[in-house]
């Protein structure tokens, strides 16, 4: 039965006779439909980069927007994804969820077949990406309830750290993808230079950038199968104690997630240019996102019924002062990596692949520099060592606490960001910008390590800081928040960019971190405190 009644993976007797294999095969395909998940959601970053490659007739900056709508989205969907399993159970969630992204990835593959699609048909898609993004506070939230506490570090480490993986799998993937006929179509050709993985793509080549969206249908198909056949809900009483059937559950979850994309969409068009469908009021960002997430958490409780009360119950997390610390904490090291994620190709392409020349007085940015780094063969290799060293921070956390591994980690976020600052600034006042790419690369890897690290300890954290009904609750709300670094971070990058002063980004976000050194010192390793390393 795919229903489950008793469950208590505390008691060793039932973890090791039931509950161990219940809860693996469970964390297995949850997996690999996270990371399907985030690969949707991010994808824009690297299919932007090819729609500049390929002559799409759009401005640097509405190629921007795209990131930041799918960024945007994809972090306000993760409110209403906190508290799904307590109301449609874990199967029913993960399935249906797995499910929507073939929406946008088809919708993609088709937009992208003609350089005449006007850009709101892409910004629509990119609002429907945010779909991969809501799907990791449910995941976390789901697996949480599966595994026992002094297994949680590891069991969320793999589940978050594979499930980010899907930003590498993407970056690694759809550049190949895009090089051969696989789907069909007529292609398109290169009028700037590309590149995969392998290396670079001259221009005169063929593509078929297409492909960027119709390549995730071949896993989310039979991942959507494999997940109605495998996986469970939990009926207990600290999960899903009212489970409704699977219809219900999915018309529940349209209904939350809707509410989301709502607050969304009015939160970018406070914030957005009228050029780019905005209202052209330019309201900041600062403002308009707690915005955003007070009319989200306030919408959702005004669903009434069983759904009210649930809801009632689990925003009791917003009574706890360590909610909101781990939020801010969570936010330096997950929306780093996943902010960073978004913007580090087009960061590549916009600081090294142009030469910086001086014109009758006046710093250009837009000669092509021939000798400059392709974004495409380095943009993965940030995300690949941030997923990969994830576990390993969980892992550590698990043996001597999370606080002290979080409190390392942002000490070298701090420096490694004030360096990637100091040879941008280099760089983007140079004719020669490659020159200095290696130190930039290398420290930028020294930050994605370090978030990669942070994100696994701090997950440790909450699952000791927080009850075992709060615990899942929380971390959907943590890694919601969070998830804004998605949108924050290349939209800051964008407008430093158009200053001229791209290095005043990463000198802002070392600041932030040097204040998260202080929360985490005084919440979580002061002799004195309430909790001394969690």
């Known amino acids: 039965m795919s229903d489950i009644q008793k469950w208590d993976v505390e008691n060793p007797d039932f973890w090791e006779s039931e509950g161990k294999k219940i809860a693996n095969r469970n964390l297995w395909i949850s997996i690999p439909s996270l990371l399907c998940g985030f690969a949707v959601w991010v994808y824009w970053g690297i299919i932007t980069i090819q729609m500049l490659n390929l002559g799409f007739p759009f401005a640097k900056s509405e190629l921007f927007t795209l990131m930041a709508i799918a960024g945007l989205t994809g972090a306000t969907l993760r409110i209403p994804s906190s508290f799904f399993i307590r109301l449609t159970g874990g199967r029913n969630t993960i399935v249906f969820t797995t499910a929507l992204l073939m929406i946008p990835a088809l919708g ?5 077949e003609d350089k005449t ?28 309830f599966f595994f026992p506490k002094k297994k949680q570090g590891l069991a969320l480490g793999l589940n978050a750290g594979l499930g980010n993986f899907g930003v590498t799998t993407m970056q690694i993937l759809v550049p190949l993808a895009m090089t051969f006929g696989l789907f069909g179509g ?34 989310l198909i039979p991942l959507t199968v494999i997940g109605w056949w495998g996986m469970n809900n939990i009926k207990a009483s600290h999960v899903t104690p009212d489970l409704p059937n699977p219809v219900t559950s999915f018309s529940l979850i349209s209904g939350m997630l809707l509410i989301g994309f709502i607050t969304s969409i009015f939160g970018l068009w406070l914030m957005l240019p009228e050029t780019v469908g905005g209202s052209g009021f330019g309201i900041s960002k600062w ?41 801010i904490i969570y936010t330096m090291t997950f929306g780093s990596f996943i902010g960073f994620s978004a913007g580090f190709g087009l960061a590549i392409k916009v600081i090294f692949g142009y030469q910086h020349l001086m014109v009758d007085g006046v710093m250009t940015h837009d000669t092509i520099n021939d000798l400059g780094p392709s974004a495409l063969m380095y943009a993965w290799m940030g995300p690949f060592i941030g997923a990969l060293i994830r576990p390993v921070g969980g892992w550590i956390a698990d043996k001597v606490g999370g606080a002290l591994v979080t409190q390392i980690c942002a000490i070298v976020m701090t420096g490694s960001a004030v360096g990637v600052a100091y040879y941008m600034q280099i760089a983007y006042s140079s004719a020669t910008p490659q020159d200095v790419f290696v130190p930039f690369l290398l420290l930028f890897l020294v930050l994605f390590t370090a978030t990669g690290v942070g994100n696994g300890s701090t997950f440790r954290t909450i699952s000791m800081v927080f009850n075992k009904e709060q615990a899942g609750p929380v971390l959907g709300w943590t890694s919601a928040v969070a998830a804004y670094g998605a949108f924050i971070i290349p939209k800051v990058l964008g407008e430093q960019i158009n200053l001229t002063t791209p290095e005043n980004a990463l000198y802002g976000f070392a600041v932030f971190y040097g204040v998260c050194i202080l929360l985490n010192w005084f919440f979580y390793l002061r002799k004195n405190g309430q909790y001394y390393n969690p």
């Open 287 to 327: 403002i308009v996102l707690p915005i955003v997430i007070a009319l989200t958490v306030y919408l959702l409780k005004l669903i009434p019924g069983q759904v009210k009360e649930n809801l009632t119950h689990q925003y009791k997390i917003f009574n706890n002062k360590h909610t909101w610390v781990m939020s």
């Open 186 to 219: 007529e292609s398109m050709e290169l009028v700037n230079t590309s590149g995969t993985l392998i290396g670079k793509i001259p221009a005169g080549s063929e593509a078929w950038i297409q492909n960027a969206g119709y390549i995730w249908l071949v896993f």
């Open 117 to 144: 699609t006007p850009l709101w048909v892409f910004q629509a898609l990119a609002l429907l990406s945010g779909f991969g993004g809501g799907n990791f506070a449910s995941s976390m939230s789901n697996i949480s």
């Open 108 to 112: 993609a593959g088709i937009a992208l």
